[in-house]
């Protein structure tokens, strides 16, 4: 056998061994499941896939379900769902654990160029390490240039934070540190989200000011500089949204639909539906991004 026939002898092996794993995905079996351990499960789809199985030791818990006529990989799918784990396809190899836990590996990340024009770039970090832990800032003080490195979910949402903080200072804001003269005392209306979860922030955030929470009126009140309450209007702005729980996320070629619960009651929406005011704009990446005027928060599987 030549070189050549030998190259087509591994092509189609190659194919049939390809085609093989894709056609016991693709296999529809009925499955019925009662109190049976989650990593179990996924074992068994993994193993019927024609898949290895790596699951990871934080899958914990039980599960009961009948699905019929279903294919192991619509299976997958409904598993992850139900339980806000989730899965991927790694040389062959189902891993299956946490949306959190398979972002720190797997996650496609993404960086962003920021020039600033009127506020510092040390400014614009550290608010950021307040609004959006999980993007990390590089600074360039000479340029005045902040880079950003992220899910590119959260750099969207970052951007959109940095703009807004920059056009607010616009000519009326020097780049050096402002003294604390000039201080004033401001209240702030939060409309949905926790008044005691935000002043810990605020607290946290700015330890040499007073803020205080108003339980009654729904009102944070403190003494700043004007510069600083841009910074604290932008933060407030940011976790007052509604304590939405994503319970669930459903696509089927283009359609994509989203299982909200709020206050105990869940409502199934799709891009574009409102809830309390609050539209669902898109999904990216398994993460739902809500919008209310100029406002957005941004909830993942999983996670609240």
Same mark, same amino acid.
């Given at each position: 056998?030549?070189?050549?026939?030998?190259?087509?002898?591994?092509?189609?092996?190659?194919?049939?061994?390809?085609?093989?794993?894709?056609?016991?995905?693709?296999?529809?079996?009925?499955?019925?499941?009662?109190?049976?351990?989650?990593?179990?499960?996924?074992?068994?789809?993994?193993?019927?896939?024609?898949?290895?199985?790596?699951?990871?030791?934080?899958?914990?818990?039980?599960?009961?379900?009948?699905?019929?006529?279903l294919t192991v990989t619509d299976a997958l799918d409904l598993l992850i769902q139900a339980t806000g784990y989730d899965y991927?396809?790694?040389?062959?190899?189902?891993?299956?654990?946490?949306?959190?836990?398979?972002?720190?590996?797997?996650?496609? *990340?993404?960086?962003?160029?920021?020039?600033?024009?009127?506020?510092?770039?040390?400014?614009?970090?550290?608010?950021?390490?307040?609004?959006?832990?999980?993007?990390?800032?590089?600074?360039?003080?000479?340029?005045?240039?902040?880079?950003?490195?992220?899910?590119?979910?959260?750099?969207?949402?970052?951007?959109?934070?940095?703009?807004?903080?920059?056009?607010?200072?616009?000519?009326?804001?020097?780049?050096?540190? *402002?003294?604390?003269?000039g201080l004033s005392s401001k209240r702030i209306y939060v409309e949905y989200g926790s008044g005691l979860e935000i002043l810990?922030?605020?607290?946290?955030?700015?330890?040499?000011?007073?803020?205080?929470?108003?339980?009654?009126?729904?009102?944070?009140?403190?003494?700043?500089?004007?510069?600083?309450?841009?910074?604290?209007?932008?933060?407030?702005?940011?976790?007052?949204?509604?304590?939405?729980?994503?319970?669930?996320?459903?696509?089927?070629?283009?359609?994509?639909?989203?299982?909200?619960?709020?206050?105990?009651?869940?409502?199934?929406?799709?891009?574009?539906?409102?809830?309390?005011?609050?539209?669902?704009?898109?999904?990216?990446?398994?993460?739902?991004?809500?919008?209310?005027?100029?406002?957005?928060?941004?909830?993942?599987?999983?996670?609240?």
């Open positions: 056998m030549n070189s050549r026939q030998t190259a087509m002898v591994v092509i189609v092996l190659l194919g049939v061994l390809l085609w093989g794993q894709i056609g016991l995905a693709e296999t529809v079996v009925d499955m019925d499941f009662k109190e049976a351990p989650l990593g179990d499960v996924f074992q068994v789809l993994g193993e019927l896939a024609g898949y290895n199985v790596l699951i990871d030791p934080t899958v914990n818990g039980t599960i009961s379900f009948y699905l019929k006529d991927r396809i790694v040389n062959n190899t189902l891993v299956v654990a946490s949306q959190t836990r398979l972002a720190e590996r797997f996650q496609s *990340q993404d960086s962003a160029f920021v020039p600033l024009k009127n506020v510092s770039a040390e400014d614009a970090s550290r608010l950021l390490g307040i609004v959006v832990p999980g993007v990390k800032t590089y600074i360039d003080p000479e340029l005045n240039i902040l880079v950003l490195f992220g899910a590119v979910a959260e750099l969207d949402f970052a951007k959109g934070i940095l703009e807004k903080y920059d056009s607010i200072r616009s000519g009326s804001v020097q780049l050096e540190p *402002q003294s604390d003269t810990g922030i605020l607290q946290g955030a700015f330890p040499n000011r007073q803020f205080a929470w108003d339980p009654e009126l729904r009102i944070i009140s403190g003494v700043a500089p004007e510069t600083e309450w841009q910074q604290i209007q932008i933060i407030v702005a940011a976790k007052d949204h509604p304590a939405f729980i994503l319970k669930g996320l459903v696509s089927s070629g283009d359609r994509i639909l989203v299982l909200v619960d709020y206050d105990g009651t869940t409502t199934l929406m799709k891009p574009g539906d409102m809830l309390l005011g609050w539209s669902v704009e898109k999904v990216v990446e398994k993460r739902v991004i809500f919008t209310k005027d100029d406002r957005s928060f941004t909830l993942e599987m999983g996670r609240q």
